[in-house]
């Protein structure tokens, strides 16, 4: 209730008693002297009260206030206001019992504030002028922040070439004193609460201190931070084995080669998170991907990333080449996709058969036809025209040269056609071989008979005595005659040791073949009865062999004397 309340009832209480006044009729002696002041019947105003203080400063947890409310008035009731609201009490105040003094045993720093403190009297109050209490607090345990970094445990990693800016964010009062200590400077290099470097570098990393000071409370704190500069990643490779990978045969090795030692390593295999297995096996940094057991879709694409919270890399994909087959041969007539095991084909109709088998690198292909050792290499075998000597079973064999593995396939192949049936072609080009072989039958023919009909006329005009000769009376007298003629030396016979040399041989006729056919009686008159005298007789040497009986190969043999007048025919049946 306010001062003006209290006058406003005041005055109506003094109306109501007036009328009553002046409706009773009292004794001049029973009546009251009203005094123009209406307080000189009951009491005077209320003094303001005072506040005392034992310390208008006061250190956190370390010091206790007393407060004392002063006031001329007995009888009077004392409250107390913290920051203009009735206090409110805790087990830290004690306030005595006529509720002067006020006592806060330990000091926190939210009892820093205003106060005051009222007197109520009767229908009266009163309040004191505020009264400041200063509590000194801190500075309070910190940590330092990196606003561009990532904190990582007591680490915080940086990107290189970056922007750092570290700060302390603490409460103190009055303010605190900041020092900055860079690795084991003992001199520091700032006192702001916060400081930036630009450009971060390898020479920034290291461990930052901060020590915080309060003059007021000579309480202190110290932080510290170690600040790791990360590289700007740059793009790695993954390294491979430059063998010749066999499916099912090899286990191959990739390497994710960086240089940065820091950086994590991701795999990638088509594209997506490469998750391990039996198959694949990542090493414990996952620098190193082993593929156990190749398969044939083991080729990726391998990639391999580096990375960091900052920046990341990848490399550049890998293939890798894996043989293998061939896998089943399969033979194929023409263009036709379906395997086949026999074909039949019309006679003189060209044919193409294709061989084809699954293989890495590509399969060579060879043909052979069964009792033919012909080879021929290439994945299509095509045969122009077809004839009868093109029956038989191929073999197609597909082989591949780094796997060292070969498989074959057959397939039948069958002529049908008339097979009396000739070409046009064919039967002009019997027909030409004939007629050319009549033709020349004939022309020989022909010439070897006017060339002995002209011998045969020549050698009756030279020897007429010849033409009056019978062969009876020819042939005893030579088998007689003969017999004395010393024995020819044969040019065609071993020369026994001690046989004298002879200077010359005889040449052969060349129309010795048709001298053989003639009768004896016909022959050109060589005979050892003849008009002709006979040569000197030469001495030979008796160890020269005769000609041996019965040859019917030929009746002459060559003769060592080249004087044709020394020639006698030669009966075989001798």
Request: glycine share 6%; net charge negative; proline share 7%.
């Amino acid at each position: 209730m306010g001062l003006a309340d209290l006058w406003g009832h005041h005055w109506v209480g003094i109306l109501l008693a007036a009328s009553l006044l002046t409706m009773w009729s009292l004794p001049a002696a029973a009546q009251l002297t009203l005094d123009a002041n209406p307080f000189t019947a009951t009491q005077g105003l209320l003094a303001k009260p005072t506040i005392s203080i034992s310390q208008n400063t006061a250190t956190e947890q370390m010091e206790q206030v007393t407060f004392y409310c002063y006031t001329k008035d007995a009888n009077v009731t004392i409250q107390w206001f913290f920051k203009d609201v009735p206090l409110v009490f805790h087990e830290r105040m004690q306030l005595s019992t006529d509720g002067k003094n006020l006592t806060i045993l330990t000091v926190q720093r939210e009892d820093s504030g205003i106060y005051k403190c009222e007197a109520q009297g009767f229908l009266q109050v009163h309040r004191s002028d505020p009264t400041f209490l200063t509590v000194n607090y801190g500075p309070d345990p910190f940590e330092i922040k990196l606003e561009s970094g990532v904190s990582s445990g007591e680490v915080v990693e940086v990107i290189e070439g970056s922007t750092v800016t570290l700060s302390v964010d603490t409460r103190s009062h009055p303010p605190p004193d900041y020092s900055w200590f860079l690795l084991n400077n003992s001199l520091p290099f700032s006192s702001m609460r916060t400081f930036t470097i630009r450009a971060v570098s390898k020479e920034h990393e290291g461990m930052y201190r901060c020590l915080v000071s309060n003059i007021a409370t000579h309480l202190l704190r110290l932080s510290a931070l170690e600040v790791r500069v990360l590289e700007m990643l740059t793009e790695p490779h993954i390294v491979s084995p430059t063998l010749n990978l066999v499916e099912n045969a090899s286990s191959v090795t990739l390497i994710c080669q960086t240089s940065h030692k820091e950086a994590g390593v991701l795999w990638f295999l088509r594209g997506q998170a490469l998750l391990p297995n039996k198959h694949l096996v990542l090493s414990a940094n996952n620098r190193s991907l082993v593929i156990h057991g190749l398969r044939r879709d083991d080729t990726g694409p391998y990639e391999c990333e580096v990375w960091n919270w900052g920046s990341r890399a990848r490399s550049k994909a890998l293939r890798l080449t894996i043989s293998y087959g061939p896998d089943q041969v399969d033979i194929t007539r023409g263009a036709a996709s379906g395997a086949v095991s026999t074909v039949k084909a019309e006679l003189n109709s060209s044919l193409t058969l294709h061989c084809q088998a699954e293989s890495q690198p590509g399969a060579e292909f060879q043909w052979t036809l069964e009792h033919s050792t012909t080879v021929y290499m290439g994945q299509q075998l095509i045969i122009g025209t077809l004839t009868w000597e093109h029956q038989g079973v191929y073999n197609c064999m597909a082989s591949n040269p780094l796997t060292q593995l070969a498989r074959s396939a057959s397939v039948l192949v069958t002529v049908v056609g008339p097979r009396s049936s000739l070409s046009a072609r064919v039967i002009v080009g019997i027909a030409l071989g004939i007629l050319i072989f009549i033709a020349l039958t004939a022309g020989l023919g022909y010439f070897l008979y006017n060339r002995n009909a002209k011998r045969f006329s020549r050698k009756k005009a030279e020897d007429p005595v010849q033409e009056a000769a019978t062969p009876s009376s020819v042939e005893e007298p030579c088998a007689e005659s003969c017999s004395n003629w010393p024995k020819a030396m044969y040019a065609n016979l071993p020369e026994p040791q001690g046989q004298v040399g002879v200077k010359e041989m005889l040449p052969p006729d060349p129309l010795e073949q048709f001298y053989e056919k003639d009768p004896p009686s016909t022959a050109s008159g060589y005979y050892c009865n003849g008009p002709r005298k006979p040569p000197p007789t030469i001495a030979l040497d008796p160890l020269v062999p005769t000609l041996p009986k019965g040859n019917t190969e030929s009746d002459y043999e060559v003769l060592v004397n080249p004087e044709q007048n020394i020639y006698c025919q030669i009966n075989p049946s001798v």
